[in-house]
């Protein structure tokens, strides 16, 4: 065997990472039931937070569901804990209509300091079954940054929309967020097992509204 590859094997194995599997998510258990809404969460070995995730029903076409969570400016009023939301633009990132920088500003309870969060989503289709994904991931950016207000240093949220008749959507909500300083770890993931129902069942009153019930065509184009 050439001497290359020996040296080549010996480096793999020697490696810290080779061969190491990633570590283990933890299955996930049910936390939360709210109107119809079961909400989930589990360990993560990449976040001292539980993960969370929520499932549930809303009675609208997938379009008018896309609608609501694609009205970044009026978010807030579904995002649990959020009073601003909006679009930005940011250096070095071209918004597009299936990608594009937002931010958001949670109202934490005194004496807690609020938090914010920069992201980029990204929507894609599967057009074997029409399902919809809004995938949100923090940005390591300063950009915009508020005085006296802690950037929330990890987010990564999924909407998943699954058309599942005509008149009605199944919405599954993924995320795992790490809200920075020195808040307990036990004390805000169970704070958080809040934060996917409570969003779902906030869509759900938006997607009533007759500027969303207008809406019937899928926007989103970039495929999965």
């Not at 010996?10 to 933890?26: I, Q, T, W």
């Not at 993960?51 to 694609?70: N, W």
């Not at 209509?97 to 992201?119: G, I, S």
Request: hydrophobic letters at 40%.
């Amino acid at each position: 065997m050439p001497i290359i590859y020996i040296i080549a094997t010996l480096l793999m194995m020697l490696s810290p990472s080779a061969g190491a599997a990633e570590p283990e998510k933890a299955a996930w258990k049910q936390v939360k039931e709210y109107e119809g809404i079961i909400g989930y969460a589990r360990s993560n070995p990449r976040c001292r937070i539980d993960e969370i995730k929520a499932v549930g029903i809303i009675d609208a076409p997938l379009a008018v569901v896309e609608a609501v969570i694609r009205d970044v400016p009026n978010n807030k009023y579904f995002m649990f804990m959020c009073k601003e939301t909006s679009f930005i633009e940011i250096p070095d990132m071209k918004n597009t209509p299936d990608k594009y920088a937002t931010y958001a500003l949670m109202d934490m309870p005194f004496p807690v300091n609020d938090r914010e969060a920069v992201a980029c989503v990204s929507w894609t289709v599967e057009t074997a079954t029409g399902t919809l994904y809004a995938a949100g991931q923090s940005l390591a950016t300063n950009y915009r940054h508020q005085p006296g207000v802690i950037r929330i240093p990890l987010v990564e949220a999924l909407y998943t929309l699954k058309p599942i008749a005509p008149d009605r959507t199944e919405v599954t909500y993924q995320a795992m967020s790490d809200p920075g300083g020195n808040l307990p770890a036990f004390l805000v993931s169970i704070l958080s097992h809040d934060l996917g129902v409570k969003t779902i069942a906030g869509i759900r009153k938006m997607a009533k509204q007759d500027k969303y019930r207008q809406a019937t065509i899928v926007t989103t184009t970039a495929k999965r």
